[in-house]
């Protein structure tokens, strides 16, 4: 089963980065399908960015395209989300999920294992 653990959030003024990490510490995250979401107050959850397993697929978010950046490190059992120029926009709740399957896709059913999400606020 995996257990991703979210880290890396914070206050960031505008135009600023900031890299998220998440970690599984069963260890099994190399095996799956990962994506990140977020979720702004008032808002329903969104896709941000996701990866295949072996990192060979990724897609991104319209808005967060040449902005953010998706990776992992299988041997260290991470997925990252590097973030550049940041906007108020961008402020929100973000949470680390992993499919079943060793693919990513938007659809949040596809997802079964959640992080409890770490915060990230873009101040103007």
């Known amino acids: 089963q995996v257990e991703p653990v979210e880290s890396g959030g914070g206050l960031v003024q505008a135009g600023g980065s900031l890299r998220l990490s998440c970690g599984d510490s069963n260890g099994t995250i190399s095996n799956h399908g990962v994506a990140w979401f977020r979720q702004a107050p008032g808002k329903e959850r969104e896709f941000v960015a996701g990866i295949s397993w072996n990192a060979a697929r990724k897609s991104y978010l319209d808005s967060v395209k040449g902005r953010f950046a998706i990776s992992r490190d299988n041997a260290k059992n991470t997925v990252a989300l590097q973030m550049h120029i940041l906007k108020p926009e961008d402020t929100g709740v973000y949470y680390c999920?992993?499919?079943?399957?060793?693919?990513?896709?938007?659809?949040?059913?596809?997802?079964?294992?959640w992080g409890r999400g770490t915060q990230v606020t873009v101040s103007s």
């Open positions: 999920a992993a499919a079943r399957s060793a693919l990513a896709n938007t659809n949040t059913d596809t997802y079964t294992y």
